[in-house]
């Protein structure tokens, strides 16, 4: 079944669109807020996308305010969180341009709101990383010690995204959740210059040190989640750190040269942007040694591998190669179909089905 393209001309801003719409039910977006916008914006035109996005965002802000003037917390919060990423989806396209910089702290002064109105508040996170630090946030699922999962971003999230992700599924399942901007991510790339790097297990030990050091998680129940690129820097960090009990990867990532830069050109400048490559034999270059050739082999954990059969971003023979080579006991290889939909990248096209799915997947086994 053919995805919803909203610009059928256009597939790359039509996908960011269906991002958006299945973020919605998680509390991203409402999808009349998001139609009110995008049928302003020719297809292609990112100078428009920008501009209605971010008067939306401005639009929505406003209303939160309003709202909890009047004391109406849910409902600012609900604005506050739907505000911040209108502004992050104004960005997205804004490469090189400084309204990028500008645009996402509004997404993360939005965001930083509605972490205030939850109960309990979300906490910030700061992971001691190489002098820099990385931020994000800590959500409890409640009182007590109790396990918990480390979700962990691709090459275009930001932490707060992540939230509006199915961040609440790991919560209803008695799992803490922490989610960080790890470098080449969010405010790690936009405000402190930490780019991408191959050897990811080394942000995300960090990130693993900074949960199992807090008293309310049982450390040894911890389960780890890698959307998209995240699907490499799981299995990076599995086969060096046995702390991980289980693992889903949200998108199988093997081999970024070839199963991502060239098999879908459209990311290409993004690429660059969070690998700080200065063209593209630079980005070439840099993308080598990005494959989980021989890696593999060292991951003992339970691993689900989760793919779209059509996945047009990541090739979806990455996530095959990553089942046959995974040398843990306990693997399972769902890819998702036009028949179960779900079958593009990372199931944004059945996001609902293919979060609870997976989430549920993990809590049995951490």
Known sequence: MPVFQFWPSDWTMSWQFIRLVSEAHYGGGDFHELHSAARNIPAGDTEAWHREFYQLGER?????????ARGHRLTARAAHLRASHYFRTAEFFQLGDPRKIRT????????????????????????????????????KAGPGRRPACLLVGGADT??????????????????????????????????????????YEVPVIAMLDWLCARPEVDASRIGLVGRSAGGYFGPKTAAVDRRIKAMALWGACYDW?????DYFPPIQRQFHYIL??????????????????GVLARVRCPTLVSHGEQDRIV??????????????????????????LGENHCQNDNTLNAVRFMYDWLADRV
Not at 109 to 133: I, N, Q, S, W
Not at 257 to 261: E, M, T
Request: hydrophobic share 40%; with cysteine.
């Open 315 to 340: 090739r979806p023979e990455s996530a095959r190669r990553t089942y046959r080579e995974l040398a843990s006991a306990e693997k399972e290889l769902k890819m998702w179909t036009p028949e179960t």
């Open 257 to 261: 040269l070839n199963d991502v830069y």
């Open 104 to 139: 996402y702290k509004r997404s993360a002064a939005e965001f930083e709101k509605a972490a205030a109105l939850f109960d309990p508040p979300f906490e910030r996170a700061e992971v001691p990383y190489e002098g820099a630090g990385l931020p994000g946030w800590f959500m």
């Open 158 to 199: 930001t932490a707060e995204e992540l939230w509006v992700l199915g961040g609440r599924e790991v919560l209803d399942r008695g799992m803490h959740l922490l989610i960080v901007d790890g470098p080449g991510q969010g405010a790690a790339v936009r405000l402190r210059n930490l780019y991408m790097r191959p050897d």
């Open 276 to 293: 700080g490559a200065k063209d593209d034999a630079d980005c070439r270059a840099k993308l080598a040694p990005y494959t989980l050739d």
């Open 60 to 68: 929505v802000a406003r209303h939160a305010e309003a709202e909890l």
